[in-house]
């Protein structure tokens, strides 16, 4: 079982930054994938990143290549996701989530194939 928390989320004019944190507890979270997910207002989560359980490969929805990086510190059970060139379509509330994986270099990009998630937290982008 994990738990996951979010935080860091805000409001910041466009261009501007802001920098997502995802605590997780238990001892076995360097096991797990882990993505970021947004959801504007309707029905549709959005697939952000997601990054490997070591942290060595890395994946990224091309509405937010090269503007954003995802992270992760394993011996702070903590995943990051900075957030740089903020546009106001960027505005939704960030979840992230984690799965177990047997394997280091898997990441993973649909919403179906993770277990645990985080409350949410609100991004919003003025213009």
């Known amino acids: 079982q994990v738990q996951l928390v979010e935080s860091g989320g805000g409001l910041v004019q466009a261009g501007g930054s802001l920098r997502l944190s995802c605590a997780a507890s238990?001892?076995?979270?360097?096991?797990?994938?882990l993505g970021w997910f947004r959801q504007a207002p309707g029905p549709e989560r959005e697939f952000v990143a997601a990054?490997?359980?070591?942290?060595?490969?890395?994946y990224y929805a091309d509405s937010v290549k090269g503007r954003f990086t995802i992270s992760r510190d394993n011996a702070k059970n903590t995943v990051y996701l900075q957030m740089n060139s903020l546009k106001p379509e960027d505005t939704a509330v960030y979840y992230c989530?984690?799965?177990?994986?047997?394997?280091?270099?898997?990441?993973?990009?649909?919403?179906?194939?993770?277990?645990?998630w985080g409350q949410g937290t609100q991004v919003t982008v003025s213009s």
């Open positions: 989530a984690a799965a177990p994986l047997p394997v280091h270099s898997i990441v993973l990009v649909s919403d179906s194939e993770y277990d645990y």
């Open positions: 238990g001892r076995t979270f360097s096991s797990y994938g």
């Open positions: 990054i490997s359980r070591s942290g060595g490969s890395t």
